[in-house]
């Protein structure tokens, strides 16, 4: 179907991703899930309209149109989780295009997407979360490997960096002191404190890395010293969580879900949690924590000037 899209669509199209990449530091992965999105919805217009020339199958959506194409969505196995991207993508790209072609863009912009159950994260507890780093280093007979490793996880747990961020550290970003800034997703700059522990574990996996770590070069590399891959983090993660009796959910992104639960609990402020985070949205980082009501009230009876 995407064969039918005009040039002029995809000139539209690659418009929108470079503004957005100019003006609101998309990252990469972002821009390509709403390239794709976008392009099968012009596909789809441009299909239901039964022509193929300009930006014309786009210049008056109505209602009827976007019902349509969600139905076409849903009857392709489409979920609720998924259509929600798509339609945002859709909106973002649609509110632009309006402002330059005159377009009437009510149906696109008050469509409304299916709601859809939000899954919770599954922080590990603090005892789980540190036997996950202790056994995580025994899973490689190698003992930099073991090390490495090891140094990876007490990032994702006591920086609460994402795997991307802890893998896109290079040797310029040496040695750690006491705090590191980290670009994040969209370009976002922030600065985390590093704890003792986690200088030790880098200290230890670069005493024994065989790979000469130079300013240009990653700090974490595989075993022929080339960039190490994250899926090597997630297996290894894998393997401790199962030696462990651990859940399918003990995953390195849990590592971080974890880092910012446990915060909350030992009475961390929520916005302070959301800038070590490097959330933009308050209730992003709400998600992320899971501290129960009981805990909260004692936390606030503890601190509010009002609550003695």
Not at 77 to 93: D, P, T, W
Not at 139 to 157: E, F, K, P
Not at 207 to 231: I, K, M, Q
Request: charged share 20%; glycine share 10%.
């Amino acid at each position: 179907m995407t064969l039918a899209i005009s040039p002029q669509a995809r000139d539209a199209l690659e418009r929108w991703l470079e503004a957005g990449s100019a003006l609101r530091g998309l990252a990469k992965n972002t821009l390509t899930a709403y390239r794709a999105d976008v392009l099968d919805f012009i596909a789809f217009m441009t299909h239901h309209h039964g022509g193929t020339q300009g930006l014309g199958p786009l210049s008056q959506l109505s209602t009827g149109d976007m019902r349509a194409w969600m139905a076409h969505l849903r009857q392709g196995g489409a979920g609720s989780r998924s259509m929600a991207r798509k339609l945002s993508a859709v909106k973002a790209f649609y509110g632009w295009l309006a402002e330059r072609e005159g377009y009437e863009p009510t149906a696109v912009l008050s469509a409304r997407a299916p709601k859809f159950q939000k899954k919770l994260p599954r922080p590990l507890s603090p005892d789980a979360a540190r036997a996950m780093i202790d056994t995580v280093e025994m899973q490689s007979q190698t003992s930099w490997i073991g090390a490495r490793d090891a140094a990876v996880v007490t990032l994702l747990y006591g920086c609460g960096l994402r795997i991307s961020e802890a893998l896109g550290l290079y040797g310029r970003d040496l040695p750690l002191g006491t705090a590191l800034r980290i670009t994040g997703k969209g370009g976002k700059e922030r600065l985390v404190p590093i704890l003792p522990v986690a200088r030790a574990a880098m200290d230890r996996y670069l005493a024994l890395c065989p790979h000469p770590v130079e300013a240009d070069t990653p700090v974490f590399r595989g075993a022929r010293g080339g960039a190490l891959n994250p899926r090597l983090v997630q297996k290894v993660t894998e393997q401790a969580r199962l030696q462990l009796g651990l859940p399918a959910t003990a995953t390195p992104h849990a590592m971080r879900h974890s880092f910012a639960t446990h915060l909350l609990e030992a009475g961390g402020d929520l916005r302070a949690i959301q800038e070590l985070l490097g959330h933009a949205s308050l209730s992003t980082t709400q998600a992320y924590t899971s501290v129960d009501t009981l805990h909260l009230m004692k936390v606030y009876e503890a601190s509010h000037p009002k609550a003695g």
